[in-house]
């Protein structure tokens, strides 16, 4: 069965603090790791998809890697406009996208 | 670009009533899911559309929850009858194909409350 953990469930940061979210995963066959930021009162927004091990991607102050076993997004110098909940989906075999319970991050001026 | 709709925004029942809530997804996307946000966790999957075909509805809750999406636009998911475990939120996702996860937008959800 596919397992998504993430961690940690809730981050607070200085503004400039930099620091990474983890998503440790458990799949037969990864067809994709996604990430998405979700704002209160809005659905996820869409950051990135990684296919293979060694593989990133880089966006504004974001940057996600991914393992084998598991996807850092790497938050470099976050602004109070960062805050928001990440989450972390991953997509095996013939499956949809099966989400994590996501790190809520708060950036403090 | 308008985005995915959803409506109502927020919506509370009673117990053992019904509700639906609508979708209108972006203009031209054949692929569109509803998912479940209990507070907390992240989405379930509830049901996939191609068009109008279910290409998923595994983990539908089938003895109360139903969606239906007639001429492969717009989208309705109802439960009926509710139950206080169903209280959450309910968003609408929409791609232009059943690979365009990437692309997959999501609307800003309807939460349910069930008292």
């Known amino acids: 069965e596919d397992q998504v953990t993430q961690s940690p469930e809730a981050l607070r940061l200085q503004e400039g603090e930099s620091s990474s979210l983890n998503c440790s995963y458990t799949?037969?066959?990864?067809?994709?790791l996604f990430w998405y930021r979700q704002d209160p009162g809005k659905g996820p927004e869409f950051l990135f998809t990684?296919?293979?091990a060694g593989e990133e991607k880089e966006k504004e102050r974001l940057k996600a890697t991914l393992t084998k076993k598991e996807s850092f997004l790497h938050i470099t110098a976050p602004k109070p406009e960062d805050s928001a909940t990440y989450l972390c989906?991953?997509?095996?075999?013939?499956?949809?996208?099966?989400f994590g319970t996501g790190t809520r991050l708060t950036v403090i001026p | 670009e308008a985005g995915v709709a959803q409506s109502p925004r927020y919506k509370i029942i009673e117990k053992r009533q019904s509700v639906a809530f609508w979708c209108n997804p972006i203009s031209g996307h054949a692929t569109l899911y509803w998912y479940q946000q209990i507070l907390g966790q992240g989405p379930k999957l509830l049901i996939q559309f191609q068009n109008n075909g279910v290409v998923d509805d595994s983990q539908l809750p089938k003895d109360r929850f139903s969606a239906e999406r007639l001429k492969g636009v717009d989208s309705t998911l109802k439960i009926q009858p509710a139950k206080l475990e169903d209280s959450a939120v309910y968003l609408c996702?929409?791609?232009?194909?059943?690979?365009?996860?990437?692309?997959?937008?999501f609307g800003p959800g309807t939460r349910l409350t069930v008292l």
């Open positions: 990684l296919y293979s």
């Open positions: 989906a991953v997509r095996s075999g013939a499956n949809n996208l099966f």
């Open positions: 996702a929409s791609s232009p194909g059943l690979d365009s996860y990437n692309e997959q937008f």
């Open positions: 799949v037969s066959g990864l067809r994709g």
